[in-house]
């Protein structure tokens, strides 16, 4: 079975400050892991991803996501918070044996001016 | 580049009547397809996924049901709609390559059911 947690309902920061959004895994297999954000009314748009690799992972908008195996963990960074990055965003797992992606419940970050 | 679309973009129904959702994507050919429903709150909850065509997965057992009569046509529908059918519905597709594992999401439809 796969399974993800986002254990924050909700993340408040600074404009300007570090933003981190808390996400862990659990998995038989090999993890495949991604972030995605969701502004109202929208459909999901993908940040990034974990295959293989490098543990640090860039991708869009200046997000980072760090891949840790032995804490099971798939954190999404980001140096410097902007007020657009507020929206919500989901963190979701395929393990390699698996045809889907299971997806967390969703983290709401806030980031205020 | 590979677009996909949605329609329609908001659907008030009432209790008991019948649902159809399109979805189409363009620019890619023998994609894999999903249908996901997201209720109030936040959580994605996956209904369906279609690896090739007339080719149907069910996650959930309910009173929906989808079909894919072409290769990039994605098709959710339901003979009598429910209360509890009211939500986002997210179509989304991904590519069948090696290292290509992400979804891409269309624009979604909010159903309202009353």
């Known amino acids: 079975a796969q399974s993800v947690a986002q254990p924050e309902d909700q993340v408040n920061v600074a404009e300007g400050n570090p933003l981190t959004v808390k996400c862990t895994y659990s998995?038989?297999?090999?993890?495949?892991l991604f972030w995605y954000v969701q502004y109202p009314n929208r459909g999901l748009q993908f940040l990034l991803k974990?295959?293989?690799?490098?543990?640090l992972v860039k991708g869009s908008y200046g997000f980072e996501a760090e891949f840790n195996k032995s804490q099971t963990s798939f954190h999404l960074k980001k140096p410097s918070a902007l007020v657009s990055d507020s929206a919500l965003y989901f963190c979701?797992?395929?393990?390699?044996?698996?045809?889907?992606?299971?997806f967390g419940k969703g983290t709401m970050l806030l980031v205020s001016p | 580049s590979q677009t996909i679309h949605q329609w329609p973009a908001t659907l008030v129904q009432p209790v008991g009547s019948p649902l159809s959702l399109e979805c189409t994507v363009e620019g890619t050919s023998n994609p894999n397809l999903y249908w996901y429903r997201q209720a109030a709150g936040r959580g994605l909850q996956l209904l369906f996924y279609s690896v090739g065509i007339g080719q149907i997965s069910s996650e959930v057992p309910q009173n929906l049901s989808a079909s894919r009569p072409q290769d990039r046509q994605f098709i959710l529908s339901s003979k009598k709609l429910l209360l509890s059918d009211s939500g986002f519905y997210l179509c989304?597709?991904?590519?069948?390559?090696?290292?290509?594992?992400?979804?891409?999401f269309g624009p979604g439809t909010r159903l309202t059911v009353t």
């Open positions: 998995v038989s297999g090999n993890p495949y």
């Open positions: 989304a597709w991904s590519d069948r390559g090696f290292l290509s594992y992400e979804q891409y």
């Open positions: 974990y295959i293989t690799g490098d543990n």
């Open positions: 979701a797992v395929r393990d390699s044996g698996y045809s889907t992606l299971t």
